[in-house]
Every structure is written in C-alpha cells, then in structure tokens.
C-alpha cells in the first residue's frame, strides 16, 4: 500500500466503517438493554437506518453531490421519489383500510 | 479521489484506459438494474408493513417469539464487515495490486457472505421449529417472502464472486473482467443497505419494547 | 399423489380429449383452437423445411442481435399472438350478441376468453408491437448503431415470446386463467382455482415482465449513453423522449407486477398466506400491487404512440413540430403522474373520501399534459402544408375517437361516477376507447410510416385508406353503444344477460366487429398487395416521406451497421435541416472499421429453456423446472466465460457500399410531395417548394 | 356568460337524448334515490366542463386539415414557426382551469356521497347486512330477525344501512338506480347507504366477476311503502324456512339462486328468491370472525372453493 492515493482512499473506507458500526451499535443497544420505547425508540431506529444508508452511499457506493454528471444522480433520486410514492401510497391506503373494516 | 469520474460510484480511473470508459455504459445499466430491484424490495418491505399487526399474525407466533436478536447482530457485523474487504478487493483492482491480492480480498467477502449464509439459515430453522413458518399467517408469510429475498440475493452474490474468481484466473484482469468487478461491487454494497433496512425494520422494528 | 414424471399433466389435460368426452359446442371451439394451434405450428414447421429455411431463419434472425431485425422480430411475435386475440375479441362480440339468457359458449368458456385475450392484447400485442418499434426507430433516430446492450435484447425477446408460448400452450395443455387480465385472487387462489390456470397466467406474466424489464433498462441506457455525437437530449426526436418516459414506466412499473406474481404464485404453490382469505391474508394489497403496475401500464403503451404521432403529424405536415418543450414536459408529466393514481382502479374497495379524492384529482391532472399534447399537434398542422396520407388518416381518427376515450376517463376520475361504472360495459368502452384509437392507431400510423424504412417498399396506399376507414367506423359501431349499455348496468364479464333492451346495442356492436374484421382483412391484403408490387413501391434511397429524423438519411433498408459514419448532429429535425442546407448526402472523408456484436445462440437458449421450466411449474413437474433452469444458468455463465465475441466489418466495405448508395442518390431525381404515393418516389424527396407564400398574401 | 349556459343546455340535452332511448328502469340514469340522482347530475357536469376543451379538437380537426391541405397554395406556410407564448399559456391554461374546477367538485361530492354516510330521513334507519355467496346475495335484516335471498325489500324514504362481506371470493354490489357499488370482500365488511324517493323495483348485481353463475347473481331490491314493508315481513315469517347452520351450509355452496331454491326445497317461491323466517345466530358476525380467527379454513370449509363439503363445514365453522 505505497501509493498515495490508494492510502487516503483506504482511509474513507475505513472512516464509513467505523460510522456504520456506530449507526449500527445504538440501535441495537438501545433494544437490547430497552433504553428507549415506542415511538421515540422508532423513530430513532429509523433515523439511524437513514443515516447508515446515507453513510453507505457515501463511502461505500461512493455517491456524492459533486463532480457527477446530473443525468445520473436524477435516477437514483428519481427512484426514490417514485418508489417513495409506492411505498406510502400502499401504506397509506391499506392502513385506511385496515381502520375501516 | 483521482478526478475524472464517468459515472457515480464506483470507478476505475482514468489509468484504466478503454475499461474505464467502457464501465460507463454497463455501470449505468447496472444503477439502473439495481433500481429497479430496489423498487421490488421496497414493495416487499410495504407488504410486510401491512400485515405486521395483530390481524395480519392471525393468533399465530409473533416476532418476540421468533427472532434472535443476538443473532442478527453478528449477521449485521459479518455483511458489514464484507463490505469493507469488498472495498479492499475495489480498491486493489483500481490501483493495480495484481490479481492475487484482489483476489484475496474477494475470498475473505465470499467467506464472510457464506458465513452470513450459515447463520441467516440456522435462524430460519429455528424459526420453524417455532411455528413461524409461512403457512402460519400473512405475516409470516411477508416476513419469508422479504428476509429470503435478500438471502437469495446474497447466494446470488456470492456464485458471482466465486465465478470472478474463476475469470480473473482465466481470462486475467481484461476490461470485461475488471467492469464485472465493478458491477459486483455495486451489488455487494446495495445487498448491505438493504440488509440495513431489514434489521432496522424487521428485526429491530419487531423486537422494539 | 402427483405423477414424479409428468407432475399432474394427463390425458385429461389435453383440451382435444376433453371435447372427444364431452362434444359440445363450447368444448369443441376450444378443441378446434388447440387443432388449430397444434396445426399452424406443424405447418409452419413443414414449410420451413421444405422450403429449407430452417437455415436462414437461423442464421439471420433468430440468432441476430441486430436491434433492426429484432424490432421485426417483435411486431411479427405481436402479430401471431393478435390473430388469436382479434378471433376472441370477435367471439366475444358474438356471443353477448347472442347472449339474451344464454347464448353459445359456456359461462366457463367465455371467461377463459376475456382472460387470454385481455392479457394477450396487452402483454403480448401491444407491448412487443410497441417493443418492436422502438427497437427498430429509436436507434436510428439517435444515431447509434445498435442497442446498448445487443444480447440482452435478444434475451428480452426471447423471455417475450416465451410468454406468449407459454398462453399459446394453454389452448392445448389443460385451460388458461379464468380470473380476467388482472386475474385478482382469491378467485384465483388454489382453493378456487385448484387447475393450471392461474399458474399459466403468473409464469407467462412473469418470465415475460423480466422481458420487459430488461428492455427498459436496454433502451434508457441507450439513449442515455449511444446518442450520435451533438444529439443533445434537447435535439432528439419527440419520439425518442416519449421512449424515455416509457422505459421509466418499464423498469419502475413492472416490479410491482412481478412481486403481485410471485406473491400469488407463494400461496398457490407453498401454500402461503399473502392473499388468501383466511390467516391474515389480504387480497386488498393484490389489488394494490397490481394496479401499482397496472396504471403506469396503460400508459406505457400510449406513450410511444404519442410518439408516434408526433414524428407523423410533423412530417406530413411539412413542419417542426410546435411546442418542442411543452412535449417534453407533458411527456415527462404523464410519466410520473402514472405513478400517482392507480388507485382509480379500485375507488369502490371502501377506503376514505380523503383518499379516493386524491386520487381522483391526480387523475384528472392527467388530462392537463395530454391536452397539451393534442392541442400541440394541432397547432403543428397549423400553417403547414398537409399531405393526407394514410398515417394522417389515423391520427385524424385518433383526434376525434381519442378524445372521447379521454373524456369518458375524465368521467371515471371520479370516485362518484366510478362508483356506477366501474366494472361495466362503461369502463370496457372507454379502455378500449383510448387503446385502440390511442394505442392501435399509432402503431398503424408508424407502420405506414416506418414500414418503407424497414423492408424498403412502401405499402399499398389505397388499400391502406380502406383499412383505415374500416377501422375507424368499426371501431365507432363496436365500441361507442358499449357506453350506453355501462350506464345502464350491464356488467362487464358478463356471458349472458336478462335484459332484452340491451339487445339492440349488442347487434350493433357485432356489426362493427364485423367491420373491424373487415379492416383486418384490408391490412392483410394490403400487406399482399404491397409485397406483390415490391418494385414499383420500392424506396431504396431511403427518404420517401421528406422526413426529418436520422432514420431517413440512410439507405433502406439500412446496412446492418446503420450508419457508415456515425453522424454529426447540429441541430433538431437534423436530417431537414441538412436537406435545406445542402450537408445532407455528403460523402465521409475517411472511413472507419466498425465493430459489431456476434450473433448468438443464448436467446433462443433462454426461450426454450423458461418456456420449458413455465410449463413444468404449471404441471408441477420439479425435475424439468430445476433442469432447464440450470441448463439456463450454466448456459448464461458459460457465455460470460467468452470474449472473442464479435467481428469487425473493414472500413473498405463500407466505404464501397456507402458510396455506391450515394452514387444511386445523386442520380436519382428527386420527387416532389405530390409524387409522394406515386411510382416515381424512389425516396429522394425534393425540398419543400420554398415558400411560395409571398405569392399568396 | 356562454360557458355557465353550455354547462347548463348540455347536460339537459344530454340526459334527454339518453333517458329517451332507455327501455329498462334499472340505472341511475333514471334515478330511484338521492344518490343516483347526484351522480348523474355530476356526469353532466363533468361532460359540460370538458366539452370547454374538447369542442375545439372536434371542430379544428377538420377546418385546420382542409385549411392547411397540401393543394392550398393560398395558405399560409410556415415550416419553421414553432411556438407562441399565448397558444403556449392557453394550451396549459384552460385544460388546467377546467381540472382545478372539475376537482374542487370531485372534491366536495366525493365526501357528500361517501356511502358509509347515512342519509337524511325523517324515518328511522333499517339495519340490513348483505352476504355475498357465490353466485347469489343473501339478505340479513338483524332487528327483525329474518332473511332472504336475491330479495332486497325496504321501505321508502328511509335510509338502508347495509353491511357487506362475502362468504367466498371478493364481489361488488351494486344497485345502480339507487347507489353506486362497493366491494365485498370476506373477512371484512364494508358500508353503503341507500335510500328510495318512491316505491319500486330497481334491479341489483354483482358485477365482479365471480365464475360460471355470474350472469345470474342478480336480484330485486324493492322499495315499499312502510304498510307494504310490514306485510312483506310477516310474509316472509309465514312463507320462510328457518336458517340454520346446516341450511346456511347448503345455501352457500356454489349455486345461482334457482339450483338453491332446489337445493333448499323453496321451489314455490319467486324465481331465484328464498325467505327465512328465523336466523341462528348472530350469522353475519360468525361468517365476518371465521376468517379472522386465526384458524385455517380448509377448502372444505370455504363456500365457493372446489372442495367445499357442507355436510363437514357445518362443525368446523
Ligand atoms: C391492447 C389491448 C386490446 C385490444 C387491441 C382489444 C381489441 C378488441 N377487444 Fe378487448 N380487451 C382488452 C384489451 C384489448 N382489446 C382488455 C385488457 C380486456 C379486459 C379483459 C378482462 O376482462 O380482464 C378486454 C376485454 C374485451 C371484451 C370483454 C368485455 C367484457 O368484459 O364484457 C370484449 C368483448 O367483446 C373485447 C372485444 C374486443 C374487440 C372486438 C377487439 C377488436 O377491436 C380487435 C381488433 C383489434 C385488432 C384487429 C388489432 C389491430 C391490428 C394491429 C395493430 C396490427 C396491424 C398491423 C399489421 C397488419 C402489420 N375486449
Ligand atoms: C392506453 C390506455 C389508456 C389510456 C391512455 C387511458 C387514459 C385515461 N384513463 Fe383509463 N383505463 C385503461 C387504459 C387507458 N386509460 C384501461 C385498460 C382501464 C381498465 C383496466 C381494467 O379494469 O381492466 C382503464 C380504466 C380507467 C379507470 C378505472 C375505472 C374503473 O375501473 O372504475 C379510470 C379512472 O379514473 C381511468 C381514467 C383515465 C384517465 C383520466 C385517462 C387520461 O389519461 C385521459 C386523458 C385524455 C383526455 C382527457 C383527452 C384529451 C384532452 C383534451 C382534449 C384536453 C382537455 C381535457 C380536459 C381538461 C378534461 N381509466
Ligand atoms: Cu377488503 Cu378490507
Ligand atoms: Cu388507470
């Protein structure tokens, strides 16, 4: 591992491990030893999961909002728009349902 | 990083000359491939989501009964760790290290994956010694229809890099070989963030006090 | 209890058996289709042979990877599998005709009917037509040389026609899904439909949808990265983005479809509880997946055609097309909104007023864009010079038909009157409505249009008018007294009804499908007709309509590699532009070797292969389905394994061939738009008479 | 001014040139009730509201075509002329006026006619829970304690609460000169309100498809004075059988009201009618749980399926 470039590169890698082992390590903590309840303990688990897949976008994937050609971050956020219709849209009708008969 | 970026994510760099641009047509269909298999997954997840309920677990056993948190915690270490020799196997192959030392790096996340494999299996018979089978509820029925899914992918995952190793021995490291790498790579990595979304939702989700 | 070999595939599975047990006139239609499926198919295979074609079939198309002989491929995959859906849809027609308290077919029958043809016409007419076009055009219109990925389009192909084999296979081997195109459980759960039917429907769904998929992906990516060098997206053809938008419908769409599949298959196959009626099972989420698909879907397919009118209607108009922008974005806009209404398909499931406004706003906020569009296409022909071609005469119909399709969608927006409507005779009209003046007209339009390009003669002209005529009258008597029969509550899947007032209404509908046969049979002669007269109809110079695109610019039919030198584009409606400016024809100053893929095996190899593992997991027979599932597997890896797979054609060939092309051009005289139907059009099209409109004011 | 009055003449001229032809009474086009009534009156509306942007295709069409046709030296030709900010703001603008209009009146009549609401009467409400079986409707009428089959009877201007599940697949009920229709789905039960202005017959249906007897699963739903209502029951108690759990059973195996009848020795009554005098039971209620229980229903169990065996669903319920 002599070249520079491969070090710092290395490093990154090493930096998104050590942040997704602690998004990691607190949720799971906080059920474990049940520090937290309801939907203060949901809600955090669900920030943490956002945080920790932010962090493998990041630093895994290497997806960043600079430097990249715009056609191609359109898809993924066009993704997530469209899947985010999807997904609540089912949650949102079948739960209305679900109270309903 | 070593500027000239073609597409997002992963690249090789510019030192890999006809590989390098040539990445840039598969790796954006490969984006697009896993998009569309993200959507599956988050239709699954939203299945899932509605029948975790009383109605939907139809009096049979429920997650507390089923699951073993400490081993989704070791599960969730070993893919984590996975990612991060995948990395190592990435970036040996954009910095030239040679052919052993990538796949040395590959061997360690196979080993890892198949680890992951063994344990994630030795759960789902335990689940079924509980009753938490698919034939039970809805909700068993979308629990083994979603954390499978994700098994399979690994499996799949796994045969990958099993049969890259066996490129990068015959055919060495071509252009081909090098992008396949690179696609691998991207699947790896999205098979971790949707294992995210599963213990979160899932295992931490259903074991919430 | 199952056979280890033959699974629960018998005697009995045979439909000829079951009509030689039971010979009424309802089984013996379904035997007959299953004679006629088993003898067209023998047929077919004698002729070939005789006619020893096996080794060209081969050779060039069933191996090709060329996007051009694959688009062609898909409109004749589409073609077989309309014959089979246009007889069912005229049975149909007959047989509520006839269906005062009774009528021919058995209630059973008839719904095998509605089924096969509702899922045939859509997965298997128009997407592989609308597949197959832009297979062939869009390439060309950007300027590439093929699909980004050749092979997978192969493979995309070969997953198509597996489904459609596999639907095909049902009229023999035991009987296809009663439960509609939407095939909704639990009537279709294994409780309730315990046979092979429902499981034809999933696997030829499924392997199909990873089709379609694969295309998607297949077609972004090659307008994303394969444009021509200065094809800016701003420069494409309208066609080409309309091609955007459907393959976002494509690779966002079908996911859901295929998790409702596989869902549905889980509890009929393992027994699981998705959507079951008892143990926590919802059938309400089925309905909700699939109409997740089920929307976007329809949309898929009137998208391209869309498309299709634009690049028509600017043509012949002699015009750009007005409103480039606004296109885009209406395109764009219908595209996402597709996503945002689907649950209009099930307003009366009993969810909150809240909901079912939201998503009867969302819907109505389709008929923004789509005006736009139309309004846009009537301001293209505005001031231009219109020639009233046979393409023309379609999208006249389209106006006037379409529109009222549209509207009665308007009408169905809302949760009120969907709350009458939905499930009748209404809602059959109006699909059919804005599919065949929307869907099917475009794609006649672009048949007309595109067919010169593709085969290199023009197709008969006044048979063409007859059959466009036909097929906007018939549509009109078939379809438009459906309306009047909805609002009064005849239900839609009805084989019989009790209400002798609907009866008028029904003979005219069978009148107009009378009719529509007719327009069939036009097309058909015309297609005779045009092959007869090749030489007198033939275009080889490649222009014969004065288009405006890249696919005109090159001979036709064009050269397996397309172009001889990828073009150098300046401007939108490029070709036009060079043809005033006087660029166009140019000879390259140097040529250049071009790489092109191999043909390939794998394709077909996929084809058999999941068409045998289909019919295995329909008839439970385990060992066939894991064996041709490896066999598919290995196959597929083993190819990656190669690396010498393509050749490269030398630059002198080219050069050769482009430039005796060229020669053939600069000889010919160039015809005016007059002489456009005529003999003379040999495809050199003289430019517009400059305006002349000085003279005129 | 002109765009109120088309919105107005339209409709009218509209509902005269259908209603005129019309030869059953059974749509909402003839309205029996309130709701009908509205929804046709919103049909009209929307077709005079999108008439504003659709009349202008229809009559450009063909002036535009013959105006611009290829012969007409004395057009205006203008191959390069491709856009105008005011067509531009028009092509948007109106369609986009009309939604905006269109959906502030989707939006206040889809909460006025939500069918779970009960509807203004000055009688008090009738209680009736409908079971969708297969290929017939059976009719509950809890605070009587009677029942019947393919026969809706209620009494004018009062509100009719319906409760709606199925024993079997998923159907849709639907009687279109009273309301709109509403899935049943078994397990679950979902609502629906109607009420008749006057007496009368209005044909009812199922118009989710549901297999072979579907063309048949159709069935009176008559609005009676209260006099008549009154008698109806007492008829209904005299001529009915009771039902039981071994006749429910037998009823809700697959069969069109007709082969019931046979199969419940009711021959002599209407065509495709059954009346029971008593109900076991709380049935709509047992018919709901059973598929909420958390316990399987084998095919055995379930009315409908190929296997269905009344004689042994019966104990397992
Ligand atoms: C693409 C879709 C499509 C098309 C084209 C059609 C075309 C026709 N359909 Fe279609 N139909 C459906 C989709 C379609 N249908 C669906 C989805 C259903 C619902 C199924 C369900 O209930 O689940 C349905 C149901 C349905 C019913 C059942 C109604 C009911 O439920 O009661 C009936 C009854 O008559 C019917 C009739 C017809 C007829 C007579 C035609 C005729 O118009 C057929 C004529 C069409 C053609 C002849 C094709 C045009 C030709 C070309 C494009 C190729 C030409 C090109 C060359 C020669 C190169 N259809
Ligand atoms: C190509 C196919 C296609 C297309 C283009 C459309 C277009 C539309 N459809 Fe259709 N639809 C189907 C195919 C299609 N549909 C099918 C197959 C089904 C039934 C499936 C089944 O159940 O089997 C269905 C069913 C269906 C339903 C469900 C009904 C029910 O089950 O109760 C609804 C409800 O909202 C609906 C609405 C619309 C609307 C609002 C449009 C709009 O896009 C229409 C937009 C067009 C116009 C409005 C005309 C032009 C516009 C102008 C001239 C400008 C101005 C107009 C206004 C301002 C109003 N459709
Ligand atoms: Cu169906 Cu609740
Ligand atoms: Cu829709």
Known sequence: MSDPDHRSEARLYLAGFGLALTLTLVPFGLVHWGLMQGKALAITIAVLAVAQIVVHLRFFLHIDLSRQKREDLQLILFTVLLLGIMAFGTLWIMGNLATRM | MSGSNLHPGLNLGARHGSAHEGAETVVFGFWIFLMSDLVIFGLVFASYLTVANPLGMAGGPGPADAFDLRSIFVQTMILLTSSLTFGFATLALRH?????????????????????????????????????????????????????????????????????????????????????????????????????????????????? | MTDPIFGRLDLSSLSVWRAFQDPSLSELIGAGAAMAVILGALATLALLTWIRLWGPLWRDWLTSVDHKRIGIMYCALALIMLARGVIEGVLMRTQQAFGLHGGFLTPDHFSELFSTHGTIMIFFVAMPFIAGVINYVMPLQIGARDMAFPVMNQISLGLTATGAALVMISLVLGEFSTG???????????????GPGPDYWIWSIVLAGIGTTLSGINFAVTIYKERAPGMHFLRMPIFCWTVICTSIIMIFALPPLTVAALMLAADRYLDFHFFTNDLGGNMMNYVNLFWLFGHPEVYLLVIPAYGVFSEVISTYSGKRIYGYMSMVYATMSIAVLSFCVWLHHFFTMGQSANINAAFGIASMAIAVPTGVKIYNWLATIF?????????????????????????????????????????????????????????????????????????????????GRAAALLWIVGFSFTFLPLYWLGLQGMPRRSASFGD???????????????????????????????????????????????????????????????????????????????????????????????????????????????????????????????????????????????????????????????RAWLARVRAAPAVDRLAETHDRNRGRAMPERPFAAGAAE | MSVRQISRILPGALALALTGCTGSGDSFLQPGGPIAAAQRTELFQIFGWTMI???????????????????????????????????????????????????????????????????????????????????????????????????????????????????????????????GQIYAMPGMRTRLHILADAPGSFEGENTQFNGTGFPAQRFAARAMSAADFDAWVAQVRADGQPLTEASYALLAESSTGAQAQARLGAEGMAPGVLHFSTVEGDLFHSILHRYMHGNPVPPSAQPGAVGYAPETAEQTR
């Open chain 2, 96 to 209: 030239e290290k040679g052919r052993t030392v990538i796949a040395g790096w590959l061997g360690v996340t196979l080993l890892l994956g198949l680890a992951f494999l063994t344990l994630e299996l030795r759960d789902f018979a335990h689940m079924i010694e509980v009753g938490a089978v698919p034939q039970r509820s809805g909700f068993w029925s979308a629990f083994w229809g979603l954390v499978p899914l994700h098994g399979l992918h690994v499996a799949l995952g796994c045969l990958w890099i099993a049969v890259m190793l066996a490129q990068m021995a015959l055919l060495g490291l071509v252009p081909v070989v090098k992008t396949r790498l690179l696609r691998l790579g991207l699947f790896w990595h999205f098979l971790d963030l949707i294992w995210v979304a599963i213990f979160s939702i899932v295992y931490l989700g259903g074991l919430m006090p």
């Open chain 3, 180 to 194: 509609g195109w939407a095939n909704y459980p639990p009537y279709t759960g294994a409780d309730f439909q315990p």
């Open chain 3, 383 to 463: 001031r231009g010079r219109v020639r009233m071609t046979v393409p023309m005469i379609y999208a006249t119909g389209f106006f006037y038909l379409f529109v009222i399709g549209g509207l009665t969608g308007v009408m169905l927006a809302n949760p009120v009157i969907s709350y009458q409507v939905h499930n009748t005779l209404f809602l059959v009209a109006h699909f059919h409505n804005v599919i065949i003046p929307g869907v099917l007209f475009g794609l006649l339009a672009g048949y007309h249009y595109w067919f010169p390009k593709a085969f290199g003669f023009r197709l008969h002209e006044g048979w």
């Open chain 3, 500 to 658: 002798p007032s609907f009866q008028p209404m029904l003979w005219l509908a069978l009148f107009g499908g009378m009719l529509i046969l007719a327009a069939l049979g036009s097309l058909m002669l015309q297609l005779w007709v045009s092959i007869r007269n090749r030489v007198q109809l033939a275009v080889p110079l490649g222009d014969p309509w004065n288009g405006r695109s890249l696919e005109w610019s090159i001979p036709s039919p064009p050269p397996a590699y397309n172009f001889a030198l990828l073009p150098q584009v300046l401007d939108r409606d490029d070709f036009a532009e060079a043809k005033a400016s006087g660029r166009a024809y140019a000879e390259p100053a140097v040529y250049e070797d071009i790489e092109m893929p191999d043909n390939t095996a794998i394709g077909m190899i996929v084809c058999v292969c999941s068409t045998l593992m289909g019919l295995a997991l329909v008839f439970w027979i385990w060992w066939l389905a894991v064996l041709s599932l490896g066999v598919m597997v290995v196959s597929l890896i083993g190819r990656t394994f190669r690396t010498d797979l393509s050749h490269v054609i030398p630059a002198a060939q080219i050069a050769a061939e482009h």
């Open chain 4, 53 to 179: 942007a659709i009349l202008p295709v229809f009559v450009l069409v063909p002036l535009l075509l013959w105006r611009y046709r290829y012969r007409n030296a004395k057009a205006r030709y203008t191959p390069d002329w491709d856009r105008s900010a005011i067509l531009e703001v028009l092509m948007w603008g109106v369609p986009l006026v009309i939604v905006v209009v269109l959906s502030a009146q989707l939006y206040r009549t889809t909460h006025a006619l939500d069918p779970v609401q009960p509807l203004a009467s000055e009688n008090p409400p009738l209680r009736v829970q409908v079971v969708g079986l297969d290929w017939k409707w059976l009719f509950l009428y809890p605070d009587l304690g009677i029942a019947t089959v393919n026969e809706l009877a209620f009494p004018v201007e009062t509100s009719v609460a319906l409760d709606l599940t199925t024993d079997t697949v998923m159907q849709s009920f639907l009687i279109s000169a009273l309301a």
